[in-house]
């Protein structure tokens, strides 16, 4: 291998598109700025990477991520040991590319709403410059291990997706199962307002168990109790007169994904016969998947419906 490739870290996971025309309804489950949201979410930032030659650095387990990808492997300090100055840019650009867009919906096609869509494009724009600087192959902004992480996160997410949305009812992966726990052990979030550097270590640890209680997989009866909960919360709509049983083989049935690249899922309805139908099952999805599989600000949302639907090959 020359230098060129060795230097190279793998990217985004695209799924090879099942080709074809589809008379059933299509709809797309898409994260929102996924890049800038993970970077957020595992305070990815130059100033909370652990350097592994800094002997001095000494932090325990649960205050750092452990990222492993690409590269091998890399640590960042969380949340609760320093906030990240990358982290906190980005929030501050996600919040103002957020006001922009209601803007745009206010104003509409109007100079003024135009106006405000190109500030969002802009703010979006620099936003996900942020892992474009990191990822350069040189310079003073690049460092390898923050790009490498962001993407090993984003193919996890996005194949995290597509098993959860199109296998509903079924067992979940372990290896998948792994990745989806790292979410839910992030410190210092709404849910545990508690600062782990101001309190004893065993309070700290009381807390974090008692928050992680049921988010943490440990076997496949406390996986299917999680679900049943998310189910409860979001239900996976019923047709009239559908038994149970009848409900739970139309889902295994119906749903399949026809194509993903980098942050969104097309998935397959093949038996919902009406837009209101599919609408309704994508936004059941998209809540319970942000919900019970992601940290926020990560999230998905659902984003339209395609009917009929003709998949070309790229």
Request: with cysteine; net charge positive; proline share 6%.
């Given at each position: 291998k020359n230098n060129v490739e060795e230097d190279q870290y793998k990217g985004a996971t695209v799924i090879d598109p099942i080709t074809g025309f589809y008379v059933d309804p299509i709809f797309t489950l898409d994260f929102t700025s996924l890049y800038p949201t993970i970077m957020i979410a595992h305070n990815f930032c130059y100033c909370t990477w652990i350097n592994p030659e800094d002997q001095n650095v000494k932090l325990l387990t649960h205050q750092m991520y452990r990222i492993n990808n690409d590269q091998g492997v890399d640590h960042f300090a969380k949340q609760?040991?320093?906030?990240?100055?990358?982290?906190?840019?980005?929030?501050?650009?996600?919040?103002?590319?957020?006001?922009?867009?209601?803007?745009?919906?206010?104003?509409?096609?109007?100079?003024?709403?135009?106006?405000?869509?190109?500030?969002?494009?802009?703010?979006?724009?620099?936003?996900?410059?942020?892992?474009?600087?990191?990822?350069?192959?040189?310079?003073?902004?690049?460092?390898?291990?923050?790009?490498?992480?962001?993407?090993?996160?984003?193919?996890?997410?996005?194949?995290?997706?597509?098993?959860?949305?199109?296998?509903?009812?079924?067992?979940?992966?372990?290896s998948f199962v792994e990745f989806a726990d790292q979410y839910h052990a992030r410190v210092k979030t709404k849910d545990w307002p508690m600062d782990p550097m101001k309190h004893k270590p065993e309070e700290v640890e009381a807390v974090r168990m008692a928050y992680l209680k049921n988010r943490l997989v440990e076997s496949s009866e406390q996986y299917e109790k999680r679900c049943q909960e998310a189910r409860a919360a979001y239900p996976i709509p019923r047709l009239p007169d559908e038994t149970l049983e009848q409900h739970r083989d139309r889902i295994l049935e119906t749903i399949d994904f026809v194509y993903g690249d980098t942050d969104s899922i097309m998935v397959l309805c093949k038996k919902c016969k009406t837009a209101e139908d599919a609408m309704k099952l994508?936004?059941?999805?998209?809540?319970?998947?942000?919900?019970?599989?992601?940290?926020?600000?990560?999230?998905?949302?659902?984003?339209?419906?395609?009917?009929?639907?003709?998949?070309?090959a790229k």
């Amino acid at each position: 291998k020359n230098n060129v490739e060795e230097d190279q870290y793998k990217g985004a996971t695209v799924i090879d598109p099942i080709t074809g025309f589809y008379v059933d309804p299509i709809f797309t489950l898409d994260f929102t700025s996924l890049y800038p949201t993970i970077m957020i979410a595992h305070n990815f930032c130059y100033c909370t990477w652990i350097n592994p030659e800094d002997q001095n650095v000494k932090l325990l387990t649960h205050q750092m991520y452990r990222i492993n990808n690409d590269q091998g492997v890399d640590h960042f300090a969380k949340q609760s040991v320093r906030i990240g100055v990358f982290p906190m840019v980005l929030e501050a650009l996600l919040a103002a590319r957020n006001k922009a867009k209601e803007m745009v919906k206010k104003h509409g096609k109007t100079p003024k709403g135009k106006m405000y869509d190109l500030r969002q494009l802009a703010l979006k724009l620099i936003a996900n410059g942020g892992y474009g600087m990191a990822g350069a192959k040189k310079g003073l902004l690049a460092l390898r291990a923050i790009s490498a992480s962001v993407t090993r996160i984003g193919r996890e997410g996005i194949d995290t997706v597509a098993q959860v949305a199109t296998r509903p009812y079924l067992p979940f992966p372990r290896s998948f199962v792994e990745f989806a726990d790292q979410y839910h052990a992030r410190v210092k979030t709404k849910d545990w307002p508690m600062d782990p550097m101001k309190h004893k270590p065993e309070e700290v640890e009381a807390v974090r168990m008692a928050y992680l209680k049921n988010r943490l997989v440990e076997s496949s009866e406390q996986y299917e109790k999680r679900c049943q909960e998310a189910r409860a919360a979001y239900p996976i709509p019923r047709l009239p007169d559908e038994t149970l049983e009848q409900h739970r083989d139309r889902i295994l049935e119906t749903i399949d994904f026809v194509y993903g690249d980098t942050d969104s899922i097309m998935v397959l309805c093949k038996k919902c016969k009406t837009a209101e139908d599919a609408m309704k099952l994508g936004k059941a999805m998209a809540l319970w998947i942000t919900k019970y599989f992601f940290h926020p600000p990560m999230a998905i949302l659902f984003e339209k419906i395609y009917w009929p639907f003709i998949l070309f090959a790229k």
